[in-house]
């Protein structure tokens, strides 16, 4: 296997589980939230596919595809486009209202085959390149892909838990 093949099973992964958390749910099952100050299935998707979108087209230098695709006007959500969702208060996460799961996961595709096209040609020696220096130590190529695996796989996790109780 090489890395490029490791790294697309592990966004694969992502996808699937993000997609088998919102299918068949409607605009007010996403939105529903365990308690007010919980995440709900919508916002937990919409966040960790711009997570992925941002950091992905910045190690890839290019556009998001949030707007490259015209998906923040789609979404007309009441955010800066570049908003990723991080660090957003209960009272944000409540804004995240009316999506349907077609949407998310039209745009959770999008953002998979960009992230696709992305890493797979990567090999071990592209994974020691600094691709953010504002940190210390400075952010490797390496060290951003696994952040991103690991904040996306977490949120998936949140969604399927959610989405149990919401099937329960």
Excluded: C, K
């Excluded at 486009?81 to 409540?94: K, N, P």
């Amino acid at each position: 296997m090489t890395l490029g093949e490791l790294l697309v099973d592990a966004f694969n992964r992502i996808r699937e589980g993000a997609v088998n958390a919102v299918s068949g749910l409607s605009p007010e099952q996403l939105a529903e939230r365990p308690t007010s100050h919980a995440n709900s299935i919508g916002w937990l998707v919409w966040h960790l596919t711009r997570v992925q979108d941002d950091h992905i087209a910045a190690v890839a230098d290019r556009e998001q595809v949030w707007t490259s695709d015209g998906w923040n006007e789609r979404f007309a959500l009441p955010f800066d486009a570049e908003d990723t969702g991080y660090g957003h208060s209960s009272e944000q996460v409540a804004e995240v209202r009316g999506l349907d799961a077609e949407q998310l996961v039209g745009y959770l595709e999008a953002v998979h085959a960009a992230t696709v096209e992305y890493v797979r040609p990567l090999t071990p020696d592209d994974l020691g390149q600094v691709v953010d220096e504002r940190w210390d130590p400075p952010v490797t190529l390496g060290v951003r892909l696994v952040s991103v695996v690991n904040d996306d796989q977490q949120h998936v996790g949140q969604a399927a838990f959610i989405r149990g109780l919401l099937d329960a």
